[in-house]
């Protein structure tokens, strides 16, 4: 899912009050910039104070997965730390077939393109996915 897309959804939340988590991976760094500029008020956990203390990595993610609300991720192994972590996850799949990589935490939404009439994840809108998430912020 590109991410503009992500971006514009959490500017949709962060205009809601809600606070955005973004997990960048080590090679997401690029990325950084972009998004503090688009989503001022966004947080980076392993970008921020806590980097210079080498606190980083999946045992990272996953304990702080407790403490979100929902997330929204592509399929990925970020997704499958956040879903460890036992927060409910809205998964988009593009190619890739959901089926045994659904979220497995209760509450966990998957988001397949297919149902949009194509495998390309990019069909999935950011509208659909925001009206998907505020049923967990109701």
């Not at 509450?107 to 149902?115: A, H, P």
Request: charged share 25%.
């Amino acid at each position: 899912w590109n991410l503009k897309n992500f971006i514009n959804v959490a500017k949709y939340f962060s205009k809601k009050k809600i606070q955005p988590v973004f997990f960048l991976g080590p090679n997401e760094e690029k990325w950084l910039k972009l998004i503090k500029k688009r989503v001022p008020k966004s947080l980076f956990p392993e970008w921020g104070k806590y980097r210079k203390k080498n606190t980083k990595g999946p045992a990272f993610v996953i304990a702080l997965s407790e403490r979100i609300k929902c997330a929204l991720a592509n399929d990925s192994g970020t997704a499958h730390m956040i879903d460890a972590g036992g927060s409910p996850i809205v998964k988009v799949f593009g190619r890739s077939l959901p089926g045994k990589y659904t979220g497995l935490t209760p509450g966990s939404l998957t988001i397949d393109s297919r149902i949009f009439g194509s495998d390309n994840i990019n069909k999935i809108s950011y509208e659909y996915v925001i009206k998907k998430i505020e049923k967990y912020f109701i």
